[in-house]
């Protein structure tokens, strides 16, 4: 377990281990919050220099 922002931890993991791609699933959201609410899954396909497999819920 690793406490800090979930986003910033994963990537760092990811360049400390040097992993070949990123594989995540989004929470469960809907109507308006899918809009208004910050989603990890899509930052991090933004932001990350790693490949990122997202699978939809």
């Not at 070949?20 to 899918?34: D, E, N, R, T």
């Amino acid at each position: 377990v690793v406490q800090g922002d979930p986003l910033e931890k994963i990537m760092a993991a990811a360049e400390v281990h040097d992993i070949g791609a990123i594989a995540i699933c989004p929470g469960q959201h809907s109507g308006f919050l899918k809009w208004s609410v910050p989603s990890l899954a899509r930052e991090l396909m933004r932001r990350s220099w790693h490949p990122v497999l997202f699978f939809p819920s």
